[in-house]
């Protein structure tokens, strides 16, 4: 089986401390398994450039470039447009594939809801003008984040590390959008996420790690790695009814596809 891991971030400092060799290690043992496609998410300028020096290096990897919720507060309102021109020139690069991750979360930044729905709102609109996908993060955010991307028909894209309700994966995917799961669907009390799972057509299911975090039972409270992808994947398989092999070979076409890869 090959893996097509759609989320992570490996430009986090936790590879290279908590990793026996560090970040390249981590990359080469997953890909040593079966992993034969990374995306990497930029959170700001910064890490979003890291994901594209990464994606230079390793064939097999892709990046995004985009402003996450939580970044955006170490941002000065008066540098915001500066950042976002950054990312727009960032995603100009041919192996960036998606403006993310974007989106709102109202877990760590309850009181900046209006300033988060301004900058995601703004990154939608430069991912239509760039004719690019979006990467959605929604934290304790799912209403406002359903209805902002709603007003950009245009765009579509993978809800990330999907925590909402069955019924909401159902009008997203009715509205072109992809669903993607993490670790936490294989946790035992993730009833939700199954849920969610099981009405997502075999065709707009995707799976990541969102390495370091958010590590797959047998390995929760462990750093995660695109190693662990598998464990995952057959908790997908579980849910949807697939064949751990269907379920692979199912999100390598669908990120593919999304992605616009080859």
Known sequence: ??????????????????????????????????????????????????????????????????????????????????????????????????????????????????RQSALFDAQLSMAEELHLPVIIHDRDAHGDCFDIVRAHPNVLGVFHSFSGSAEMARQLVQMGWYISFSGPITYKNAHKVREAAAVVPHDRILTETDAPYLPPVPHRGELNYSGYLPFTLHAIAEATGMSDEEAAQRTWENACRLFRLN
């Open 1 to 114: 089986m090959r893996y097509f891991d759609s989320h992570s971030h490996y430009n986090d400092e936790r590879f290279e401390e908590e990793y026996p060799g560090g970040m390249a290690q981590a990359i080469t043992d997953a890909h040593a398994i079966g992993v034969e496609a990374i995306l990497n998410a930029g959170t700001n300028p910064e890490s979003s450039a890291a994901s594209v020096a990464l994606a230079e290096k390793y064939p097999f990897f892709y990046a995004s470039a985009g402003i996450h919720p939580s970044d955006s507060m170490r941002i000065a309102d008066a540098d915001i447009p500066a950042a976002l021109d950054a990312v727009r020139r960032i995603a100009a690069h041919e192996k960036c594939v998606a403006i993310g991750e974007i989106g709102l979360d109202y877990h760590w930044d309850p009181d900046g809801k209006a």
